[in-house]
């Protein structure tokens, strides 16, 4: 086993321990440790910081971004659009709507990837979908999206492309300067709850 599997699925097993412990917590549900571990190992959690860019360029409304930071790094500086819920407080009630539902793509994202991971770790153990993670967090964002490097002359032209799509959306962003001063948080969508069927209930006194 990859010592990057190793690191995910003990990130994965420490999440459930924390559930366990956290003062206010959803109703649990029990997953077996193997599909844990299947889902601790699934990297396509992982959206990099190209997509995450279109996502905001083009105002897609199906994306909604998670700063886990804290609130004061937040102030600083996050992702435009982004919301604010700290690592520690994904599971509050009033942020369900955010983290367990099946209209929207959520996107976790910290300083690096480790914050993220916990948060989406934790929501896998409750088994939550459609959580992703913004693969390197906002030091990719800075490296990739605000300062794109120039490629080598020997690059390929797709490494070309990327590089024009990049220079584009570090202007979009406001290039280095955007590392200095907080991005406005405009107010993400509210997501719809999860419609939860109701069992039909048998008629008292059995059919006629």
Not at 38 to 44: C, F, G, K, P, R
Not at 130 to 148: C, D, F, Q, S
Not at 166 to 174: D, L, M, N, P, V
Request: net charge neutral; charged share 25%.
């Amino acid at each position: 086993m990859k010592t990057t599997d190793k690191f995910f699925i003990g990130l994965l097993l420490f999440g459930a321990v924390w559930l366990l412990l956290a003062p206010s917590k959803p109703e649990l549900k029990e997953i077996p440790l193997k599909d844990l571990v299947q889902e601790a190992t699934q990297y396509d959690r992982y959206v990099s910081t190209d997509e995450v860019a279109k996502a905001i360029m083009s105002n897609d409304p199906s994306v909604i971004l998670i700063d886990v930071r804290s609130p004061e790094a937040y102030k600083k500086y996050t992702l435009p659009g982004a919301i604010n819920i700290p690592v520690d407080s994904i599971l509050n009630d009033q942020y369900a709507d955010y983290v367990n539902q099946d209209v929207y793509k959520t996107v976790f994202f910290s300083n690096g990837s480790s914050e993220a991971n916990r948060a989406w770790s934790i929501c896998a153990s409750l088994g939550y979908k459609n959580n992703y993670v913004m693969k390197g967090g906002l030091n990719e964002w800075i490296r990739t999206i605000i300062r794109p490097e120039k490629p080598a002359e020997w690059s390929s032209e797709g490494d070309f492309d990327l590089y024009e799509f990049r220079k584009g959306a570090s202007r979009f962003f406001g290039g280095a300067n955007a590392s200095g001063s907080a991005e406005p948080a405009a107010p993400a969508p509210a997501p719809r709850p999860i419609a939860h069927k109701k069992k039909k209930q048998a008629a008292a006194g059995g059919c006629e």
